[in-house]
């Protein structure tokens, strides 16, 4: 770990010189501070901000990045985090990442420089190897999703298990065509959810249709689904990969009368255990995974030299209501079936 004294060597100043320029002093010419500044970056010295909080007497900052702060389920993992930073006399500095990547690298190490002692993130970029330089002196922990180009610990839920539970639900039940409606493949979490639904069709002595795998945002949804329904072969269920896109779908099928169609939401959400008919979740319990993150990163500050597992991966379960019915029968077409089975047994000419 590079410390204040190494830059101070390096520079050929005293550490306390280097603190000087660190704090904007004006006792400090243009010349020292250029060779401050060169040592710095020479050694890639981050100065620990933590420590500098603890001095004016401040509490320290736990910074957390989610993509989206008006999403239930990353709204329960924030305050999970917060219950366990009050605790550890830590305020929390929350922000959210949005949906470009390219800005992902700027808003999170604006959190850092701001005396932040502690980072959980969910990243939404293909690399987080910017990250690398700042573990000298901030405990990073990654939820919900893995890091990419870096090493630390994470937290997520068992999201192909929790789509092939899903799945497997539905063609006990009796469905065969069963959509599966994401907001992209891009997105970690989506993908292995994605992985999960097409384990269970194959496994089901089936293959994913392309048709049935539909894309969009949670507004976008009513557009897909009216889209699918409307086809020569539409499905019978729909499996959602998260809530908010649920919430749409759910509100779709009653809009248009639909009670046919079976659907299975991947995350709970508020009132879905009350609608009619009520919904069935694969429920991720973002609290657990909250508190999780927040724990082994607290442990980490208290004891830095302790091995802990790195990728930690939390089990989901299906709850079952209304929503995931067997497909509802046509009597027409069951009346039609019949007789083209007598027909072809000979026993009605």
């Given at each position: 770990?590079?410390?204040?004294?190494?830059?101070?060597?390096?520079?050929?100043?005293?550490?306390?010189?280097?603190?000087?320029?660190?704090?904007?002093?004006?006792?400090?010419?243009?010349?020292?501070?250029?060779?401050?500044?060169?040592?710095?970056?020479?050694?890639?010295?981050?100065?620990?901000?933590?420590?500098?909080?603890?001095?004016?007497?401040?509490?320290?900052?736990?910074?957390?990045?989610?993509?989206?702060?008006?999403?239930?389920?990353?709204?329960?993992?924030?305050?999970?985090?917060?219950?366990?930073?009050?605790?550890?006399?830590?305020?929390?500095?929350?922000?959210?990442?949005?949906?470009?990547?390219?800005?992902?690298?700027?808003?999170?190490?604006?959190?850092?420089?701001?005396?932040?002692?502690?980072?959980?993130?969910?990243?939404?970029?293909?690399?987080?190897s910017y990250l690398a330089k700042w573990l000298?002196?901030?405990?990073?922990?990654?939820?919900?999703?893995?890091?990419?180009?870096?090493?630390?610990?994470?937290?997520?839920?068992?999201?192909?298990?929790?789509?092939?539970?899903?799945?497997?639900?539905?063609?006990?039940?009796?469905?065969?065509?069963?959509?599966?409606?994401?907001?992209?493949?891009?997105?970690?979490?989506?993908?292995?959810?994605?992985?999960?639904?097409?384990?269970?069709?194959?496994?089901?002595?089936?293959?994913?249709?392309?048709?049935?795998?539909?894309?969009?945002?949670?507004?976008?949804?009513?557009?897909?689904?009216?889209?699918?329904?409307?086809?020569?072969?539409?499905?019978?269920?729909?499996?959602?990969?998260?809530?908010?896109?649920?919430?749409?779908?759910?509100?779709?099928?009653?809009?248009?009368?639909?009670?046919?169609?079976?659907?299975?939401?991947?995350?709970?959400?508020?009132?879905?255990?009350?609608?009619?008919?009520?919904?069935?979740?694969?429920?991720?319990?973002?609290?657990?995974?909250?508190?999780?993150?927040?724990?082994?990163?607290?442990?980490?500050?208290?004891?830095?030299?302790?091995?802990?597992?790195?990728?930690?991966?939390?089990?989901?379960?299906?709850?079952?209501?209304?929503?995931?019915?067997?497909?509802?029968?046509?009597?027409?077409?069951?009346?039609?079936?019949?007789?083209?089975?007598?027909?072809?047994?000979?026993?009605?000419?």
């Open positions: 770990m590079t410390t204040m004294k190494d830059v101070a060597r390096l520079a050929g100043v005293s550490a306390k010189t280097v603190s000087r320029v660190f704090n904007d002093n004006d006792y400090v010419s243009a010349d020292v501070r250029e060779r401050v500044a060169q040592a710095m970056q020479q050694l890639n010295y981050l100065p620990n901000m933590a420590a500098r909080s603890f001095r004016a007497g401040k509490a320290p900052l736990l910074a957390v990045a989610v993509p989206d702060l008006a999403d239930p389920f990353f709204a329960e993992i924030i305050q999970a985090i917060d219950q366990d930073a009050k605790v550890h006399d830590y305020v929390l500095a929350v922000t959210s990442l949005g949906t470009d990547p390219s800005r992902e690298q700027a808003i999170v190490e604006a959190l850092l420089e701001h005396q932040a002692g502690g980072l959980i993130v969910a990243p939404i970029s293909a690399d987080q000298t002196q901030t405990t990073v922990v990654f939820v919900d999703r893995e890091p990419r180009g870096l090493s630390a610990d994470l937290f997520v839920e068992d999201d192909r298990a929790g789509a092939r539970m899903a799945v497997e639900h539905l063609l006990t039940r009796g469905h065969r065509r069963i959509a599966f409606v994401g907001d992209s493949d891009e997105v970690v979490t989506t993908h292995r959810r994605l992985e999960g639904y097409r384990e269970a069709i194959a496994m089901g002595g089936m293959t994913a249709s392309s048709d049935l795998l539909l894309w969009g945002e949670p507004a976008e949804a009513r557009e897909l689904v009216v889209g699918v329904l409307g086809s020569e072969e539409p499905p019978t269920a729909i499996l959602s990969s998260n809530s908010r896109t649920a919430v749409e779908i759910f509100a779709t099928l009653q809009q248009l009368g639909r009670k046919d169609v079976a659907l299975v939401s991947f995350g709970d959400f508020p009132m879905a255990s009350v609608l009619s008919p009520s919904v069935t979740v694969v429920d991720q319990d973002p609290s657990r995974l909250g508190h999780a993150a927040a724990e082994r990163l607290f442990a980490r500050l208290q004891h830095p030299k302790r091995r802990f597992r790195r990728r930690n991966v939390l089990d989901v379960r299906l709850v079952e209501r209304e929503s995931s019915g067997p497909p509802v029968r046509d009597p027409d077409r069951d009346a039609q079936s019949k007789v083209e089975s007598l027909v072809a047994s000979g026993r009605l000419a």
